[in-house]
């Protein structure tokens, strides 16, 4: 088995191989030269395992390529693999988000994109279709921006049920339970320090992940406020106690243990460097209650960030834990974020992390 992290940059892509179990990596790229790599998966689920990438050409625009021979070639859909119906008088602006479906749904990948919508493929990522239940909510004029766009950047389909989660900026976590058909705002409990009063959506939430031992429990790092709701988005209290700052972009749960997640936490709200340049994961093992901090290889004198989608976990045993930071590099943990080992340096600034174990 090979260990492989897909690395998306402002400047392209690069691909990171461990054939010793995480301990030492090889960095193979750049791939995608000069095109933004804003979103990147690992579809693992195939006897070739497929890269998708979400890429902006500077001067073609947005589209997702793909590689079945781990980056040795690209392909891409002719026109483009997401466009709105004609009638929405839209035009993809970025993709956010690439995540595969179960196995059980071998060929299903969503989509997430600015402007605000869901995208549904059956064919491995190679076509999508709008999901019309979200893009047709009442709610969907009044989501406003957050800095960095208009974004669907967080998909989340239930393995076992019809159920999709999806979060954006900034309109909040929105529930189906029938597959993408109808769709309900679950922020209850979720602060927006920037509005008048607690609304029912309109929450910047940057990012949220589902615990391994219950699909009812999820947590979300907010903009302001670290979270976690018991019964599937209804009610959100916090999870901040311990934290050295409740600001951050990114938050991870594990995909074997219960209980268990990790954030970045920064400094807020215009600094978003790490709480005294220290960049640090903090981890939680019950759910929230306690935070410990992981310092054993992340440096100090650090004063970058880490975004939304460059931090990943995989699902070996123990669960590596992976994070890109904006000046360019990244670390690895084989041990569940004890420690860390630096697999790239001076790369461009890093955008989104995946990280798989493929055959």
């Not at 979103?39 to 793909?66: K, N």
């Not at 929405?88 to 988000?97: F, K, M, S």
């Not at 009442?138 to 669907?152: Q, S």
């Not at 590596?320 to 080992?341: H, N, P, Q």
Request: proline share 8%.
């Amino acid at each position: 088995m090979t260990d492989l992290i897909a690395i998306g940059t402002r400047k392209g892509l690069w691909l990171a191989r461990s054939d010793d179990d995480r301990r030492t990596w090889t960095l193979d790229g750049p791939h995608l030269l000069a095109q933004e790599v804003a979103a990147v998966s690992i579809d693992a689920r195939r006897p070739q395992p497929r890269v998708l990438a979400g890429i902006q050409y500077g001067h073609w625009g947005p589209t997702v390529m793909w590689s079945d021979d781990l980056g040795a070639s690209w392909q891409e859909t002719d026109h483009g693999a997401i466009r709105f119906p004609e009638d929405t008088g839209a035009a993809l602006a970025r993709v956010w988000q690439l995540r595969p479906d179960s196995a059980a749904r071998p060929d299903v990948v969503w989509a997430g994109c600015e402007p605000h919508s869901l995208w549904r493929s059956e064919d491995g990522g190679a076509t999508f279709e709008l999901v019309r239940g979200l893009w047709d909510h009442p709610h969907r004029p009044t989501w406003e921006p957050g800095g960095g766009g208009a974004a669907i950047h967080t998909v989340l389909p239930d393995p076992a049920t019809e159920r999709v989660v999806v979060a954006m900026s900034a309109g909040g976590v929105y529930v189906s339970e029938d597959g993408g058909g109808r769709w309900e705002p679950r922020n209850r409990g979720i602060s927006a320090g920037f509005l008048p009063e607690e609304p029912e959506y309109g929450q910047c939430v940057h990012k949220i992940a589902v615990d391994a031992g219950d699909p009812e429990r999820m947590y979300a790092q907010n903009h302001g406020g670290v979270f976690r709701t018991d019964d599937g988005g209804r009610k959100w209290t916090s999870i901040a106690g311990g934290l050295p700052a409740d600001f951050g972009f990114p938050i991870v749960s594990s995909p074997r243990t219960a209980g268990t997640a990790w954030v970045i936490p920064l400094v807020a709200d215009m600094q978003r460097v790490p709480p005294e340049g220290r960049l640090r994961v903090q981890r939680t093992r019950d759910a929230g209650e306690t935070w410990t901090a992981s310092t054993a290889g992340l440096p100090d004198g650090a004063w970058t960030s880490v975004l939304r989608d460059a931090f990943c976990a995989d699902d070996a045993d123990p669960t590596g834990v992976y994070l890109g930071t904006r000046d360019g590099c990244v670390y690895a943990s084989a041990d569940e974020g004890e420690t860390f080992t630096t697999v790239a340096e001076h790369l461009p600034d890093v955008l989104t992390v995946r990280a798989a174990r493929i055959p």
